[in-house]
Every structure is written in structure tokens, then in C-alpha cells.
């Protein structure tokens, strides 16, 4: 009986790294066939005859579906978990990419991206459990392998559209629907996983939640999150600028071709896919605060200089920030889920989708800006949002006040 029992904690309590680079390569496939559409923005602009402000209406469309369902479906998952909803999520993506490579108006271009956004929403909090139930209480490793993955999607995503999508046309985005069946496989495995670890939970109970508990106020807590939800808006309105905006901003001050353009977007996302693994094992040792403050803050002097760049300073400058920037959302993800115990799936969702929502949100208002003023322009105001990193200075050191 007690060896049985220690079989079964040694499964609750080990760190599962297959199921982390399991659910790490599905957060790539997932987020590389997002990555889709923002790398084909100059083409579609072009063929659809788009103002900024429609470029900017279809990433707020995507992020808003895949932003405000998120924290509603932690929420339901942390009381009743879904193991297989992952994969009915990559089914979401699968559809919206076909649509995507067969849209023929503005109207069917939004369709495709909400749908692709409904399967973003479904994905990243239960993802976001799996990866947490796989740690073995190292939480912030485990959130940098996953997290990783999404990052490396992000990055080699553009790239593929430059040579499978720009060069073809429109239509070849289907290819990027083998992704999705492919990742809904992989995800089928991972859910008779997560079903069977909830059982092993429940026959071995593994009571860290008191022990992880903060000693702070309920309304210390709440300004903490508020301050969080600060930090992830500065972050993720310059992602939004680099992400949306910086191939037009190199093809405008550079003249660069379209492709050239998105090797340097390759570059930068290259280098957030590089630093985001660094932030996760680096918070869990020296403190999630310390991380998340140098993370933020500490890029605002690059954002500053990157405007009045020459072409090479500006790469240079691009994957300086990529690695820095990427850093944070890992240490926020696990500093919030520290400040909650137990609400894994609620708090994933809340924050993928601020992060999602202002992402979108920046980038409908920075299209309305740019086509009021000019894309430098929006790349010199974005420059001091990580300047907004100063208030860190008021989260609790809750590492300290963990037993």
C-alpha cells in the first residue's frame, strides 16, 4: 500500500518533461498558424486595397475572440477540466485557416480570424494547466518551455509565409492547416495525459496550495493583479507595434522588399522565442519581481534608440529588445498564479487574454494612428511604454513570504 502510494506521488510531484515539450510543440504549431495573419498584412493590403485601420480592425478582431472568451473558459475548466478540449480548439484554427486562404472580401478576412482566435481562447488556459500539472513544482520552467513554444511559432511563422505564401498567393495558407491536424493529434495524446493525472490527484491529494498561500490582504492582492495587468498592456501595445507595424516600418525608412521585411520581423520574434526560456528558470532563482522589473524597465532604453536607427542598429536594436521584452510574461503568469493559488486555469485566462485583447486593441489604434500621421511616428510614441516598468517597484516580494 505505501509503495503504492509513493508511486503515485512520485507521478503527481515529478516534472513531466514530455508532456512539457509535448505541449511546448503544440504552442508552437498553434502560434505559428496565428502568426499567419500579420505576416501576410503587406499582401492582403494590397489585394484587398486595405486602409491601416482595416490592418489594424483584423488583429483586433482575432485578438478580441481569442481574448474575452479565455478567462470564462479557466474559469469553467479549473471547476470542471476538459482533457480534450484542446483539441476541438485546433479544430477552430483548422476552419479558420481554410476560410483564410479562401476569403474573397474584408468581411470573410474577419470571420477567418475570429475563428482562429476561438481556437486561441480554447487553447492557451487549459495549456496553460497542463503545463502547470506536468512542472513538479518548477513552475517557471515549465511555464518557459511551454511559453517558448508559442514564441518559436511566432517567429518561424513569418518566415514560412515569405516563402510559401507571399511568393504563391493567398491560397497556400492552406498549407498551414496540415499544422493544425497535426497539433490536434499531439493534443489527443496530451488530454488521455491530463485525464489520467487528474485521477492520480485524486487518489494522492498533494495539498501545496496552503503552503503557497501569500500572507497578503485581499486588496493587496487585487492591486498586485492591477499592477500586473499594467505591465502585461505596456508590453503587449509595443509587441503590437513590432508584430503588426514593423514590416511596413522597414519597407518606409529602408525600402526594403516585402520579404526582406519579414526577415527582420524573423529576427525579432527569433530573439523573443530565445530570451522567453531565460525568464522562466531566472525567476524561479533570483525572485519573479527582480525579472519581470528588468524585463519591462530595462528595454526602455533600446525601444528609445530603435526610431533614429540606420538599417543595421535597427536589427540589431529589434533582437536586443526581442530578447529582453520576452522575458516578463512567463515571471507574470507565475508571480499572478503565486498571488491565486489554485485558480490556474482562471488566472491563464485572464491574462493570455489581456494580453491577446490589448495586443489587438494596440494595433486598431496604432493602424488609425499610422494612417494619421506616419508609421515612424508610431514606432517614437511607442518607445516609452516600457517606461511604465517603474511600477513594479510596488509588487510585494511574495517569494520572500513563501514557507
Known sequence: MATTEAATT??????????????????????????????????????????????????????LTASLLQPFIGLYTDKNPRPYSLAIGMMFTLCGLVMLSFATSFVWLLVSVSLIGM???????????????????KKGLAQSIFQVGGNAGSAIGPLLAALIIVPYGQLYIICFALAAVIGAVILIGIGKWYKNHLYLKQAKPVNVAVREIPALSRKRIMISLGILLVLIFSKYFYMASMTSYFTFFMIDKFQVTVQQSQLYLFAFLAAVAAGTIIGG????????????????????????????????????????????LSSAFSAILVY?????????????????GFAFGMGGIGSAFLGWLADRTTIEYVFKICAFLPLIGVITSFLPNIEHKKQ
Open 10 to 63: 512520485k507521478q503527481v510531484n515529478n516534472t513531466v518533461y514530455s508532456i512539457l515539450f509535448a505541449i511546448s510543440i503544440t504552442h508552437l504549431l498553434n502560434d505559428m498558424m496565428q502568426s499567419v495573419i500579420p505576416s501576410i498584412y503587406p499582401m492582403i493590403k494590397t489585394n484587398f486595397d486595405l486602409s491601416f485601420t482595416q490592418i489594424g480592425l483584423i488583429t483586433f478582431t482575432f485578438q
Open 119 to 137: 481556437g486561441s481562447s480554447i487553447f492557451h488556459p487549459e495549456s496553460s494547466r497542463v503545463a502547470h500539472m506536468a512542472s513538479g513544482g
Open 281 to 324: 528558470p531566472l525567476g524561479d532563482r533570483f525572485g519573479r519581481k527582480y525579472i519581470i522589473w528588468i524585463s519591462i524597465l530595462g528595454v526602455a532604453p533600446f525601444t528609445l534608440m530603435l526610431p533614429y536607427a540606420n538599417l543595421f542598429w535597427t536589427g540589431a536594436l529589434a533582437v536586443i529588445i526581442g530578447l529582453i
Open 336 to 352: 499572478a498564479t503565486d498571488l491565486v493559488p489554485g485558480k490556474v486555469g482562471m488566472i491563464a485566462g485572464l491574462f493570455f
